[in-house]
């Protein structure tokens, strides 16, 4: 870390630091109350994730000094904290392995949550990635030679038995490169819905749901057929809740697996020889045979085949892993009302 240089007294010293501290930056935040900024003669990375683990990895051993920011305590935080007990990779391992590590041997095809994350820690060490814990990056401005990257860190301790807050440090980071790698889910989206001040029953997003403990008997509204809603309406189903799931939107449910193979590796080896919408239309019709034509299960399809979608908007193809059984039996209700 020696080649990072933390300057103090910036403000006497830096013509461009006192031309800056007559402004207000982005986040409404004043120059003045900056503590400290640090030199890096590389990259700041954002994130410390699978995405800013890999980055790091590989900016180290091409020599390129970085620092990599995370906000929280730990590596893929994300993962760590805002998934549910029993989520499984939908990809094979070999299309989840970060650069130069395979995953273990002993790993199953699609390795669970845990051993996920034992994989990321395994790189880090592997590759002595080691993060700044606890800085929440909350703006990054570029002037034409460099990039200021705005990060605050709030300072607790124990006190009687609780965290109670006793301050927070801001810290500028001035580098030549910014990567940001905070990952496409790493802030909930919750709809609004009217009434939803006057229900009395308790809400959550699914980054808060971990399991259907305490769910047995009890009716559950699951808003949403992605890959998480078919999931935790899986779940909680397993758990003997009543689930229910809304489905506002057109959506691709493929089956994880087709011809003894990954959907998803059977679609990367069919993209070699033929064009995206001629691979849609096989997968299409290979999925009608093994799942069944699920608009008789009230999920339409949207009108642009799974992978072209991808390209063009960023929606996923739902992998189903159980859940269609479940509504094929009736022991998951779907409903298309808007509400």
């Given at each position: 870390m020696d080649c990072f240089a933390e300057t103090e007294g910036k403000r006497a010293h830096d013509p461009l630091y006192q031309r800056r501290a007559a402004t207000t930056p982005a986040t409404g935040v004043p120059v003045d109350d900056v503590d400290s900024v640090v030199d890096v003669p590389g990259a700041v990375i954002v994130g410390a994730g699978p995405a800013g683990l890999a980055v790091s990895a590989m900016l180290g051993l091409g020599g390129v000094a970085y620092v990599i920011l995370e906000r929280c305590g730990c590596i893929a935080s994300l993962w760590r904290h805002r998934t549910y007990d029993r989520l499984c990779l939908h990809l094979p391992k070999r299309f989840c392995e970060l650069p130069l590590?395979?995953?273990?041997?002993?790993?199953?095809?699609?390795?669970?949550?845990d051993q996920f994350l034992e994989y990321l820690e395994s790189y880090a060490r592997r590759f002595a990635v080691e993060p700044v814990f606890r800085r929440a990056v909350i703006s990054a401005e570029y002037d034409g030679e460099s990039w200021w990257v705005y990060t605050k860190e709030v300072i607790t301790a124990a006190v009687g038995g609780e965290q109670a807050v006793l301050g927070c440090t801001m810290t500028v980071y001035?580098?030549?490169?910014?990567?940001?790698?905070?990952?496409?889910?790493?802030?909930p989206v919750v709809p609004e819905i009217e009434g939803a001040g006057r229900f009395k029953g308790q809400m959550m997003h699914s980054s808060e749901y971990r399991n259907g403990d305490g769910y047995a008997g009890k009716r559950v509204l699951v808003v949403g057929c992605g890959n998480s809603g078919m999931e935790v309406c899986l779940d909680l189903c397993n758990h003997n809740a009543r689930a229910s799931m809304v489905v506002?939107?057109?959506?691709?449910?493929?089956?994880?697996?087709?011809?003894?193979?990954?959907?998803?590796?059977?679609?990367?080896?069919?993209?070699?020889?033929?064009?995206?919408?001629?691979?849609?239309r096989l997968l299409l019709l290979m999925s009608r045979l093994v799942i069944g034509d699920t608009a008789r299960l009230s999920i339409a399809r949207p009108s642009l085949g799974p992978l072209e979608l991808k390209a063009v908007s960023g929606k996923t193809p739902v992998l189903d892993v159980g859940t269609l059984a479940k509504i094929k039996s009736g022991n998951i209700k779907v409903s298309t009302e808007a509400f």
């Open positions: 590590m395979p995953f273990p041997v002993s790993f199953p095809e699609y390795p669970t949550r001035r580098s030549k490169w910014l990567v940001v790698a905070t990952g496409e889910n790493a802030e506002r939107d057109t959506v691709h449910v493929l089956p994880r697996e087709m011809l003894g193979r990954s959907t998803f590796g059977l679609s990367m080896w069919l993209l070699r020889w033929l064009p995206v919408q001629t691979v849609d």
